[in-house]
């Protein structure tokens, strides 16, 4: 089993090896590739030392599995080289989301329509996927009609640079900036570029990913993404209107029966998500639960996960993990 991880030397790049060691993931030999400036380098997994290679060479090995992790003109360019070859891509970039013919897969929710001929799978966004985990189950039972979602999202989503540029404010040090406005002490209502109807993509990307990875198109999304001084995960304020009533006790038991959502909900002891509850987690967490009482069939939720593991790289070693457990792809 050749395995190769694109963008190994990035933020998701390291998770992901770092969830590859947590989770004893099966590989025989393994390929570390990053940029041009960091080709020869050396990185050390699992007390071995691997040179980065170049993606070209990487693309020649044949590999059965590669995590790409480099962004989406890379992707773009690479992926269909690698798939050539016979190698399954699961892709972190937003490139091959939205292509009809590529699979967006979270696998607790929707690993089941992957197939054997599947060559470039989607990775969702990481704001789409801990949204998509607390309200897949209750899609199931309620069928949503309008969902509202304010997120908070760490600067780890933007990178290396946006921490850097972080502390660097905070410790008064002028530095390179990744955002147009200071993110310390600030909350920047700006993620990604703006588009004609005055939306971002992020928030874009919200309500297109999360019709296509519950297969239906009429449910209403409306997304405001915000870029908050935090560490360690995204969080989301969740309005959501469903065709059918609920009972809030049954919404709990929905909730903490889904495989990898852990519910977080006792407000009179203060318990409640957070991002430094979150770090370094995989799972997603949700707490504030709550009936809407400005209109019927209506439920506020605050959900919270590290968008660098079940956000990025953990849902990708999982779709690996998939593809292999069901006999999706063989060495």
Request: hydrophobic content about 40%; glycine content about 8%; charged content about 25%.
């Given at each position: 089993?050749?395995?190769?991880?694109?963008?190994?030397?990035?933020?998701?790049?390291?998770?992901?090896?770092?969830?590859?060691?947590?989770?004893?993931?099966?590989?025989?030999?393994?390929?570390?590739?990053?940029?041009?400036?960091?080709?020869?380098?050396?990185?050390?997994?699992?007390?071995?030392?691997?040179?980065?290679?170049?993606?070209?060479?990487?693309?020649?090995?044949?590999?059965?599995?590669?995590?790409?992790?480099?962004?989406?003109?890379?992707?773009?360019?690479?992926?269909?080289?690698?798939?050539?070859?016979?190698?399954?891509?699961?892709?972190?970039?937003?490139?091959?989301?939205?292509?009809?013919s590529k699979r967006l897969i979270v696998p607790e929710i929707n690993g089941h329509v992957l197939r054997i001929d599947d060559r470039i799978i989607?990775?969702?966004?990481?704001?789409?996927?801990?949204?998509?985990?607390?309200?897949?189950?209750?899609?199931?039972?309620?069928?949503?009609?309008?969902?509202?979602?304010?997120?908070?999202?760490?600067?780890?989503?933007?990178?290396?640079?946006?921490?850097?540029?972080?502390?660097?404010?905070?410790?008064?040090?002028?530095?390179?900036?990744?955002?147009?406005?200071?993110?310390?002490?600030?909350?920047?209502?700006?993620?990604?570029?703006?588009?004609?109807?005055?939306?971002?993509?992020?928030?874009?990307?919200?309500?297109?990913?999360t019709r296509k990875i519950l297969g239906d198109e009429s449910i209403g999304v409306t997304a405001t993404t915000v870029r908050v001084p935090t560490?360690?995960g995204h969080s989301e304020a969740v309005n959501v209107e469903f065709h059918s009533d609920f009972d809030l006790e049954e919404v709990h038991e929905?909730?903490?029966?889904?495989?990898?959502?852990?519910?977080?909900?006792?407000?009179?002891?203060?318990?409640?998500?957070?991002?430094?509850?979150?770090?370094?987690?995989?799972?997603?967490?949700?707490?504030?639960?709550?009936?809407?009482?400005?209109?019927?069939?209506?439920?506020?939720?605050?959900?919270?996960?590290?968008?660098?593991?079940?956000?990025?790289?953990?849902?990708?070693?999982?779709?690996?993990?998939?593809?292999?457990?069901?006999?999706?792809?063989?060495?």
């Amino acid at each position: 089993m050749k395995t190769v991880v694109v963008g190994a030397t990035g933020l998701v790049g390291q998770e992901i090896l770092k969830v590859m060691e947590e989770r004893n993931f099966p590989y025989d030999d393994l390929y570390l590739v990053a940029s041009g400036r960091n080709v020869g380098k050396e990185i050390e997994y699992k007390g071995r030392r691997y040179t980065i290679m170049g993606i070209e060479e990487a693309s020649n090995l044949a590999a059965d599995i590669a995590i790409f992790s480099a962004g989406g003109g890379t992707s773009l360019e690479w992926a269909p080289r690698f798939a050539e070859k016979g190698t399954i891509v699961i892709d972190n970039s937003s490139a091959w989301r939205m292509d009809p013919s590529k699979r967006l897969i979270v696998p607790e929710i929707n690993g089941h329509v992957l197939r054997i001929d599947d060559r470039i799978i989607a990775n969702p966004n990481c704001s789409t996927i801990q949204m998509v985990m607390v309200l897949a189950p209750l899609h199931v039972r309620y069928k949503m009609k309008r969902i509202v979602v304010s997120t908070y999202q760490s600067v780890t989503g933007t990178g290396k640079d946006a921490v850097q540029q972080l502390m660097d404010e905070r410790q008064g040090i002028s530095g390179n900036k990744v955002y147009p406005h200071p993110i310390d002490m600030n909350a920047l209502p700006h993620i990604d570029v703006f588009l004609d109807n005055g939306y971002t993509k992020e928030e874009m990307k919200m309500v297109n990913e999360t019709r296509k990875i519950l297969g239906d198109e009429s449910i209403g999304v409306t997304a405001t993404t915000v870029r908050v001084p935090t560490i360690g995960g995204h969080s989301e304020a969740v309005n959501v209107e469903f065709h059918s009533d609920f009972d809030l006790e049954e919404v709990h038991e929905l909730l903490e029966g889904m495989p990898g959502v852990i519910v977080m909900d006792d407000v009179k002891n203060n318990i409640y998500p957070m991002p430094i509850h979150t770090q370094g987690k995989d799972e997603v967490f949700v707490g504030r639960i709550r009936r809407d009482e400005s209109q019927p069939r209506t439920l506020n939720l605050w959900i919270v996960a590290d968008n660098l593991r079940k956000g990025a790289a953990t849902n990708a070693v999982q779709i690996a993990e998939y593809m292999m457990e069901h006999s999706l792809v063989t060495p």
